[in-house]
């Protein structure tokens, strides 16, 4: 694990949301460049991790041309309203190549998804091999809207934190590498985005009166998030949590969980299953015109 990693990962036995500082800046590298100016820092940092993002997604795509991987990455993003998970994946994905990504947000179970298990609608939107998906909200609402306005009864919501577990254990060992982050933001945080959102009339399309209610509920969220992070931080599959009120920390720290966890799944560019020199050969005996 690298440092970052460690920093910011669920320890499932102690780990207590309450005690992350949203505005913290764990891990951050500490060099003249970032003491003089972190903002402008980190949108450098981030555009040389995009091209590094890249590169490894066209090798996954590569190598799942060629059959030779089971391997697809998933970028699982939560967070309270106005926690900024639009604004990572804008960030994050920006230097990928649109054919190798699968974006998906989850909103309230359709009518269709509600004939099914919780699981039906996530296990059918995950990436295709080679690809890199990402989730806005995903199997986690079902523990967490669902648990905090008791929509289904508390023993069946209690049920799914070791379904959802060995849901990702099977997924992990069919070649899933999961990234799951929480994108942690402090109330008073969340307060002055809904206040620009109302300032800003190119942004009153992202305001939703519903968030006000739902502030209401901070407490009963937070505990629903405590559960979730505790009981569903495992060995294949832990939780990250991201300290978000700083948006330009937060872009740099996720961009670096998925780099890290992309260069461990690293397959490399498939090697040619033709024979080059013969191929160079027919090419080069090509007239130049038709
Ligand atoms: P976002 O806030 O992510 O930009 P929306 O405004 O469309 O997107 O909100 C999606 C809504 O869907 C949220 O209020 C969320 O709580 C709700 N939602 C997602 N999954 C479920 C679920 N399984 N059950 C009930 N509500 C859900």
Known sequence: MTQLRELLAVEAGS?????????????LPDSKAVRKDPKAWAREAVSSIGTELAAYQEKLFASAKSERTDRRVLLLLQAMDCGGKDGTVRSVFAGLNPT????????PPTDEEKQHDFLWRIERALPAVGHVGVFNRSQYEDVLVVRVHGLVPEDVWSQRYEQI????TAQAEAGLTLVKVMLHISPEEQRQRLLDRLDDPTKFWKYNPGDV?????????QEAYQAALTRCSTEANPWFVVPADRKWYRNWAVATLLRDAMAAVDPGYPPADFDVEAERQRVRALSQGI
Do not use: H, I, M, Q
């Not at 577990?165 to 990702?168: D, G, I, P």
């Not at 209610?213 to 901070?218: P, V």
């Open 100 to 107: 190798g990504v699968e974006a998906v947000s989850f909103g």
């Open 165 to 168: 577990n060995a849901f990702e």
């Open 15 to 27: 780990f207590r949301l309450d005690k992350v500082d949203p505005r913290g800046t764990p891990g």
């Open 213 to 221: 209610d739902e502030r209401a509920r901070w407490d009963d969220y």
